[in-house]
């Protein structure tokens, strides 16, 4: 019995060392716990403390659960991670807001396209004109003075291919323009009829009942012919063209169609009275003067005026003066009838 007392202080103590180590190590290998549902990165988690049993009041079999959940905590790691409170972003493809600007934006764009499209199109471009009523003037010439052959049919101005004709050829009275989609271009021309051949200076010009004066082209037929030393007075001057009957459609040379008649209508009425009276193989004369008249085959000129009046009587006086010289032996050099009341030769 004394040794059992001796004893019994002794493995008192062993066992109060024992679980003193025991708390000390628990003490030591304690480690925090995380809850997983509570871990929030990288915000600090909460620890979860545990349990820690008092002093002196630890019974043995604490002491081996304990231990026995230090082990286990030792073998299973369960630890869950989440992102957290960090945002993840997907990249993105910005959509554009379409408002008024753009759609008036691409309207103007689609329609400067039609436009240039239309503009460039074979479709609408004129390749000649439809022309009608020409007789000596050619069609290659009419297309030229359009100025539109090869351009779109937008540019095709009635008004303004009427007045490039009129000017180009003075020898065209009327002038009629039509355009049609998608590229006709119509000409409807009158040409004028000449009827008196003017010759002056080396150069000649036709002139028509109208007294309008414009270059020879092609053939007229018989014309009156006036050789002249000067202009009329009343207009302007005749086309510069050289007299070549072989070539005559040399063009045009002066824009008749913006100044008064060459010729005095009322002159042109003279001319077609009094021709039929000149004399065979001979040509009317023009004198700044004296006026219409011709040259006698006996050698000498007679003028008439420049009016039509009492024609037929003055070639009744203008008879009866020449043989009154004839019988006298009288050779003139010129004769005037201009004034009936008053006749006179040199």
Known sequence: MTREKQNAPRSELVRQRRTQ???QRLT???KTVYR???VYLPVPPRPVKQTRTPRGKATRPAALKMLSAKKSRRQRYDIAFSMGRTDVRTPGIAIPQFGTRWLSGLLCAALIFILYSVWTSAT???????????????ETEINAALRVIGQPIFVAIPAKMTEN???DYPDLSSVDVHVAFPNRIIVNVIERTPLIA???DGKMAWIDAQGMAFSPRGQAGNLISVVANGDPPTGGSPPPVQVDPQNAGAGPAQDFSQKPPFLDPAMVQVITVLYPYVPGGASLLYDTQFGLGWQDMRGWQVYFGQNSDDIPLKLNVYQAIVDRLTNQGIRPALISMEYLDAPFFR
Not at 126 to 137: D, F, M, P, T
């Open 28 to 30: 030591q290998t304690r």
């Open 36 to 38: 997983p549902e509570t």
């Open 198 to 200: 003017w010759y002056h």
């Open 165 to 167: 004709l009129l000017s």
């Open 124 to 138: 609408f471009k004129v390749s000649g004109a439809e022309i009608s009523g020409n007789q000596r003037l050619d």
């Open 21 to 23: 180590q025991t708390q």
